[in-house]
């Protein structure tokens, strides 16, 4: 389905509601399943938590989780230790090119029974579950966090716990902090000293727990955009967020006042955002603790024709969609000038935008969604609408809700 955001202008003042985090979500319906005396709330309507809620459920030998990249490698990690079960994991045609062997090494390493059914190093692959009984590994830390928060999910229920030694430089930190700040609050003792991270084994904490998932903070990162890009004096309240999160897309709050935009919390429940004055100095970013906002960021950017410097961007080339080269295609489609590197995007200062373009998503929830703030400024096509779903099923109502003219 495309869309068409007609020139639109938004509410003086307006709220949301935002889905929970798909990340915390994923997490923790993990360990809801490893320990079931767990209760959530709040847990993310998305597609990709839609489908880990039905993957820990199903008893059938193949599991499908389709584009959802968190699902692949906690279920490799899950499906690894539960003994006596076969399961063929496997996932969209992108799936199947984003790297999982880094995991499969570690989870073997551990004594785990894994094979690829196609390509060595991706999806699908057979898992034979068993008793893991090492406890130590090394693996690579560069690649993808989501592979050491697999382990360190799964890690609580192995006999002697896990001892985690991290190669390399780490990246995306903060995912493995919330890792380990969830596990904490079921009972799950854990250190991260250096690059070693050990978790201990724990049977025992089987109490009854309600545990609040926050809302996203990636999917908040669309409203800090259209506030930057709104007039001065224009406030979106988003809920349900607190000061202190996990996400460490919450850094939103910091880097968003160089674009005029402040944050105000309120009673740890929702946040004010305000569009309090203008800015255009040149922005210099290093992302790689918050790879997911590089895409909102750059298209704040583009639309305010703010130059910027986006660094520690490596690990975009292996997410639903090489988001280097999808960024820089689309950025210039709308007349800006772009150039990347396997790590980093230049923008340099543009003053017009091209109207009516209309935007290829590339299977990418975060292409649709990063571009739709154009429409602030001037008409946008927005291909394949519909894969919002994948982390924000409703962002295309809420959107409405607030003052978008949205057309199919
Ligand atoms: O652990 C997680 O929930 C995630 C970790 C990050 O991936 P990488 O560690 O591969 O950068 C992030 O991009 C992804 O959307 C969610
Ligand atoms: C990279 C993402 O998700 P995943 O890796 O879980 O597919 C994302 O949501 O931006």
């Known amino acids: 389905m495309h869309i068409t955001l007609q020139k639109s202008k938004i509410d003086k003042q307006s709220s949301i509601q935002i889905t929970g985090s798909k990340s915390e979500s994923n997490r923790l319906l993990l360990l ?15 597609d990709d938590s839609n489908l880990m809620t039905k993957a820990l459920r199903t008893d059938s030998d193949l599991v499908d989780i389709n584009h959802a990249g968190t699902a692949m490698r906690f279920l490799t990690a899950y499906f690894s230790v539960q003994e006596g079960r076969e399961v063929t994991l496997t996932g969209s045609k992108r799936m199947k090119e984003r790297p999982i062997e880094v995991l499969v090494e570690a989870l073997q390493e551990l004594g785990a029974d894994i094979s690829y059914v196609e390509n060595e190093g991706f999806p699908p692959i057979k898992i034979k579950g068993k008793k893991l009984t090492k406890h130590k590994v090394s693996l690579k830390a560069n690649v993808s966090s989501q592979y050491i928060s697999a382990l360190l999910l799964i890690a609580s229920k192995l006999e002697n716990g896990l001892e985690l030694t991290l190669e390399g430089e780490i990246t995306s930190v903060p995912y493995i902090k919330m890792t380990l700040s969830l596990l904490d609050e079921i009972g799950v003792e854990s250190s991260f000293k250096g690059n070693v991270i050990t978790v201990k084994s724990t049977t025992n904490n089987e109490q009854p727990q309600t545990l609040t998932v926050e809302s996203d903070w990636s999917s908040a990162s669309y409203y800090f955009s259209i506030a930057a890009i709104s007039e001065i004096g224009t406030e979106i309240t988003l809920s349900s967020y607190k000061a202190n999160s996990l996400q460490g897309d919450s850094v939103l709050v910091d880097v968003y006042r160089h674009f005029g935009v402040s944050a105000i919390f309120n009673d740890n429940s929702s946040v004010t955002l305000k569009k309090e004055f203008s800015n255009l100095e040149p922005l210099a970013l290093n992302l790689k603790n918050a790879p997911d906002i590089a895409q909102t960021i750059a298209v704040t950017c583009f639309v305010l024709g703010i130059p910027c410097d986006l ?64 429409a ?10 519909d894969v919002v779903s994948k982390s924000y099923p409703s962002f295309w109502d809420d959107l409405k809700s607030i003052g978008f003219k949205i057309t199919k």
Do not use: C
């Open 311 to 374: 660094t520690g961007l490596h690990t975009l080339k292996i997410k639903e969609t090489d988001r280097l080269v999808a960024l820089k295609n689309e950025i210039e489609k709308l007349g800006g000038h772009v150039k990347i590197t396997d790590k980093s995007l230049h923008l340099s200062a543009s003053n017009r935008i091209n109207e009516l373009v209309s935007i290829e998503t590339y299977h990418d929830h975060r292409m649709a969604m990063a571009f739709a703030p154009i």
């Open 376 to 385: 602030l400024k001037t008409a946008v096509v927005i291909e394949d609408a």
């Open 32 to 46: 809801k399943a490893l320990y079931p005396e767990i209760s959530l709330n709040n847990v993310s309507n998305s």
